[in-house]
C-alpha cells in the first residue's frame, strides 16, 4: 500500500522554536490515524506541515508524493484542514456558505443537501447567518464544508470539540465513509473516546516527537502531563 504521508526526522520551527524536533511518521493511503498527547505537543503544527502550510525546517518529508521541502504548494489543493479557524464567512447564512465553497469545489445543489444532511445541521438553520449558530453548529457546517471538497487528505484538528454525541458520531460516520473511499484521515484529538472509536491507528506526540505508536486495538500509554 503506498505512503499517503512519510516524514524522516521532520523538523518544523515557530518563532526559532522546534514543535517539531525530529519525527518520523508513516501514513498508509485510506488510513485514519489519530494523534494524541498533552498541549504544545506538536499536533497542531504537524497537521499545519502536512498542509502544506507550515515549512519543513528540516529532515525529510512527502505528502501524497509531493515534496514538503520544493512541492508543498502543489500539495494545497488536494488536502482540507479543519483547525480551529473554521474559514467560514460570518456574514453568510449556512446555505449560502455551503453554496460558495460547493462552487468553488464543483459540487452539485445534491451534494450540498447530502453534506447538510449527513452532518444533522437542520433545515431551519440553512437561513441563519453564522455568527448567530453555535460552536456546534459551526463545526456541523464547517465540516459538511470540508466533505463538499473531496479531499484526498483530511486533517482534523480536534473535530469533536464543541459537539454533542449526536453530532461526534456524525463526524465518525463521515471520517469511516471518506475512508472507505480511499481518503486518507489524520485526526488530533483530546476526545479520546470519540476518536478512538473510528482510528485505525494512534501515535502519542510529546515535546515535538512521535514517542509511541499503537495498532489498533493496543493500549495507549498514560497521557504526558502539561508543563
Not at 106 to 114: C, F, K, T, W
Not at 116 to 139: C, F, M, N, P, Y
Not at 158 to 163: D, K, N, S, Y
Not at 203 to 210: D, R, S, Y
Amino acid at each position: 500500500m503506498e505512503s499517503a504521508v512519510w516524514l524522516r526526522d521532520a523538523v518544523c520551527c515557530r518563532g526559532g522554536f522546534p514543535a517539531l524536533a525530529g519525527v518520523d511518521l508513516d501514513v498508509a493511503e485510506g488510513e485514519i490515524l489519530l494523534l494524541r498527547g498533552p498541549n504544545g505537543a506538536g499536533k497542531t503544527t504537524l497537521l499545519r506541515l502536512l498542509a502544506g502550510l507550515a515549512t519543513l525546517d528540516g529532515g525529510r518529508g512527502t505528502v501524497l508524493g509531493c515534496d514538503l521541502q520544493s512541492d508543498r504548494r502543489a500539495l494545497r489543493p488536494h488536502v482540507g484542514l479543519l483547525g480551529h479557524d473554521l474559514m467560514l464567512y460570518e456574514d453568510l447564512t449556512v446555505g449560502e456558505n455551503l453554496r460558495f465553497f460547493a462552487a468553488l469545489a464543483g459540487a452539485s445543489g445534491a451534494e450540498v443537501r447530502g453534506a447538510l444532511e449527513r452532518l444533522e445541521v437542520a433545515s431551519r438553520l440553512h437561513d441563519v447567518s453564522l455568527r448567530r449558530l453555535s460552536a456546534g453548529q459551526r463545526k456541523r457546517v464547517a465540516t459538511a464544508v470540508l466533505a463538499l471538497r473531496r479531499p484526498r487528505l483530511w486533517l482534523l484538528d480536534e473535530p469533536h470539540a464543541g459537539l454533542d454525541e449526536s453530532g461526534r458520531g456524525a463526524v465518525n460516520r463521515l471520517v469511516r465513509d471518506a475512508a472507505g473511499s480511499g481518503a486518507t484521515v489524520v485526526l488530533a484529538s483530546h476526545e479520546a473516546p470519540a476518536a478512538a472509536e473510528v482510528a485505525t491507528r494512534t501515535v502519542h506526540l510529546a515535546g515535538g516527537v512521535a514517542v509511541s505508536r499503537d495498532a489498533e486495538g493496543a493500549s495507549p500509554p498514560a497521557e504526558v502531563p502539561d508543563a
